[in-house]
Every structure is written in C-alpha cells, then in structure tokens.
C-alpha cells in the first residue's frame, strides 16, 4: 500500500523567511503531484513533476522530485502572506487500469506579516 | 474550458435520508475519481472511474455509499441511509490518464447530517 508522508504539517513563518516542505513516498514511482487549498475551497494544482529530478518553478515556490529517495520537496523562497494555505502532495500509485493519486495528510502555511 | 462541476455545493439532511452528489468531469476527461475530505481523517479516495468502469472503490466506507458512472459526462454518489459521521466536503475529480494524470477538482459538495 502506497504511503505519502508530507512533514511539517502546520509551519508558522515570517514574511521574508525561506522554507521547504518534505514529501516522502513508499513505493516506486515517477510521477508526484503539489496542490494547494485555501481554507473553504478546493484543491488547485501547483506543479506536476514527471520524471527524476524534475523540478518545477513559479514565483516564490519551486519544487522537485527525487524518485531515488522516493522524495519530493517544496520550497518557499521569501514567503509572503498570500502564501497562507494547505498544500499537499499526492503520488500516483500507477496500475494498469489507471492511475489512483494518494495524498499526503496536508501542511498547513501560515504566514505572520 | 467549465472544469469539474458539482452538484449541490451544499446539502443538509436527517439521519437515515438517501443523499445523492452529482458531477460532470471535464470533457475529454477519462479518469473521475471521489474523494471525500474531513478534519480528523484529510483526503481519502472513494472510488475511482476509468473510462467510465469502477477501477477501486476499496476506499467505499460501507454499503451504504454507491457510486455510478452512466456516461462519461455523468457520475453520482449517493449515501443510503446518511449518518452523522458521513458529515464531510466530497470532491469529484477528473483527468486524462494518458497525458499528464493531473487531477482537477470540482468546488466540493459540503455534506452535514443531522
């Protein structure tokens, strides 16, 4: 059975500060998903990571998959409050039907002005 | 491009009435998953649909929950008879398998029984 494990899961920072977030997985595979969720609503899609070593960038947030390490991280550079939100990370627990994405339980940003 | 919709976005009902959650994937799409999200227990799949066929509905709690994929434009879970503790936001989602698996979520429907 495929486990996702995302630590923190609650993260408290200042505005300016630099950040990452752990994603570990336990079963092999090459596909690792990051969304975001605002409180009240639903899941948007930040990064799609495809590949070993892949690595993602969109403002402030960048991300990487190390499928080796069965890790990915997400990295917050100079956080700001519009970052306060849930992130997860999911996993794809490929079958030959189909994929099925596992998520992680979740961390939890709050950025302090 | 619409996205994922669901239907209602909120339903409050009695113990022990049959509850029905709707969604539309979006077109083209040919994975439709449900989820269903709570504090004490995060994110958990229900069931999931590849072209239109039930793959795993192992994360289904009980007899109780049902899912349907008539079409690939139509799927339906309904709850015969509610409990207090099936009290949850459920998420539809859909995706093209073939291209990158990326899910995209409906707005949820917030589900209390009372």
């Known amino acids: 059975e495929l486990k996702v494990e995302q630590n923190p899961l609650f993260l408290s920072m200042q505005e300016g500060k630099n950040y990452t977030i752990y994603c570990n997985y336990s079963t092999t595979s090459d596909r690792l998903y990051w969304y975001r969720q605002d409180p009240g609503k639903s899941l948007e899609s930040l990064f799609v990571?495809?590949?070993?070593?892949a690595v993602k960038q969109e403002g402030r947030l960048m991300a990487s998959l190390d499928t080796k390490a069965r890790l990915s991280t997400l990295h917050i550079t100079a956080a700001v409050h519009d970052l306060s939100a849930t992130y997860f990370c999911?996993?794809?627990?490929?079958?030959?039907?189909?994929?099925?994405?596992?998520f992680g339980g979740g961390t939890r940003l709050m950025v302090k002005p | 491009d619409a996205g994922v919709i669901q239907s209602p976005r909120h339903e409050v009902t009695e113990m022990g009435q049959e509850v029905t959650l709707r969604c539309k994937p979006i077109s083209g799409h040919n994975s439709l998953f449900w989820y269903r999200q709570t504090m004490m227990r995060g994110l958990e799949l229900l069931i999931y649909?590849?072209?239109?066929?039930?793959?795993?509905d192992s994360g289904m709690p009980e007899d109780r929950f049902s899912a349907k994929m008539p079409n690939a434009s139509f799927s339906t879970l309904k709850i015969q008879p509610s409990e207090p503790r099936d009290s949850a936001v459920y998420f539809c989602a859909s995706s093209f398998r073939q291209f990158t698996g990326e899910l995209f979520f409906g707005e949820g429907s917030r589900l209390t029984v009372l």
């Open positions: 649909f590849n072209n239109n066929v039930p793959i795993d």
């Open positions: 990571l495809l590949s070993n070593g």
């Open positions: 999911a996993v794809d627990g490929v079958n030959n039907a189909g994929n099925m994405l596992t």
